[in-house]
Nanobody
Framework: EVQLMESGGGAAQPGGSLKLSCAASRFTFHSSTMSWARQAPGKGLEWVSDIYNDTCTRFADSMKGRFTVSRDNVKRTTYLQMNSLKPEDTAVYYC?????????????????WGQGTQVTVSS
């Protein structure tokens, strides 16, 4: 069974940082597009970032300059480093995978999803 396990969520103050991890198993990781999405309370799922072709990255406009995404193909893990956090970053953050290498911001493009990790930004 394919597994995606997020970790690293928690509470942070505005301006603070958190690093999320997503450990993957039981699919071809190195060629997969790995994505992050989030869902804030009362809102829909929002695409955050993805990493594909090993080092290519994209970010939603509101995350550019604040978030970085990376991957370690040996550890089969992708990371989302979140800096300069804002209260509006509060959400459940999900990791998603497309082993087919689909590059999309649409949730339907991803075959596997993690359970999510809560990030809360408040003072």
């Amino acid at each position: 069974e394919v597994q995606l396990m997020e970790s690293g969520g928690g509470a942070a103050q505005p301006g603070g940082s958190l690093k999320l991890s997503c450990a993957a198993s039981r699919f071809t990781f190195h060629s997969s597009t790995m994505s992050w999405a989030r869902q804030a309370p009362g809102k829909g799922l929002e695409w955050v970032s993805d990493i594909y072709n090993d080092t290519c990255t994209r970010f939603a406009d509101s995350m550019k300059g604040r978030f970085t995404v990376s991957r370690d193909n040996v550890k089969r893990t992708t990371y989302l480093q979140m800096n300069s956090l804002k209260p509006e970053d509060t959400a459940v953050y999900y990791c998603a995978a497309s082993p087919r290498g689909v590059i999309t911001t649409e949730p339907t493009g991803y075959d596997f999803w993690g359970q999510g990790t809560q990030v809360t930004v408040s003072s």
